[in-house]
C-alpha cells in the first residue's frame, strides 16, 4: 500500500510540473495552407538555436527571419509585421549598426527543394525578458523566396514572403490545416 501512495505522489507531482519552456515546435505553411515543415527552437546559453526541416521550396538560398507578431495571415504574411527589432538595430547580418535579433542567415534549398539547417539566434531567448521570442502573444517566422542580402532596409530585398508559422508561449496556437502529406506512405502500399 505504501509503494501504492508513492507512486500516486509521485504522478501527481510530474503531472503537475509546467511544460518545457526550452523547446517549442512550430509548424510551418505556405499561402495555400500546405504545410511544408517544421521548426525546432531550442534554448541555449547563447540564445536559440533553430532546426530547420522543410519541403516544397524553390532551389537556391531564402531569407528566414523572426517577426514581431505570431500572426498568419495569407496570402502575404503581412499581418507577421516587421522583423523582430526589440533593440531598434538596422537590418541586415552585415550591416555595421545592425541586426534585427530576427535576422538570422539564409537557409538553402536543395535541388529536390529541402531544406535541413542548423541557426542560431543569438541574444534570443524562449523564458522571459526582452529578447523574449514568446513575449506578449508570441512571434512568427517566416521564409522568403529569394535571398537576403544581408544589408538593404528595412529587410533584406528578399521577395515575398511565402512560408509562416506562429511561435507562442502556450502550444495553443490557431487550428492548423491538415498536413497533405500525412498519407502519402498509405497511398504507396
Not at 121 to 130: F, H, M, S, V, Y
Amino acid at each position: 500500500m505504501r509503494w501504492l501512495s508513492f507512486i500516486l505522489i509521485m504522478l501527481l507531482i510530474t503531472g503537475c510540473q509546467p511544460k518545457d519552456e526550452k523547446s517549442k515546435s512550430v509548424d510551418m505553411y505556405n499561402a495555400s495552407g500546405d504545410m511544408l515543415g517544421t521548426i525546432t527552437f531550442n534554448e541555449q546559453s547563447g540564445g536559440v538555436n533553430l532546426k530547420v526541416k522543410l519541403e516544397g521550396l524553390a532551389p537556391g538560398f531564402h531569407g528566414i527571419h523572426m517577426h514581431e507578431y505570431a500572426k498568419c495571415e495569407g496570402p502575404d504574411f503581412k499581418s507577421a509585421g516587421n522583423h523582430f527589432n526589440p533593440e531598434g538595430k538596422e537590418h541586415g547580418l552585415m550591416h555595421p549598426e545592425g541586426a534585427h535579433l530576427g535576422d538570422l542567415p539564409n537557409i538553402e534549398a536543395d535541388s529536390g527543394g529541402l531544406v535541413d539547417a542548423d541557426l542560431m539566434l543569438p541574444e534570443a531567448t524562449l523564458l522571459d525578458g526582452k529578447n523574449s521570442l514568446t513575449r506578449g502573444d508570441g512571434t512568427a517566422v517566416i521564409v522568403t523566396e529569394g535571398e537576403d542580402d544581408g544589408m538593404s532596409q528595412p529587410g533584406g530585398n528578399s521577395g515575398e514572403r511565402i512560408i509562416c508559422g506562429t511561435l507562442t508561449k502556450n502550444e495553443k496556437q490557431e487550428e492548423s490545416p491538415t498536413d497533405p502529406t500525412q498519407y502519402n506512405e498509405k497511398q504507396e502500399e
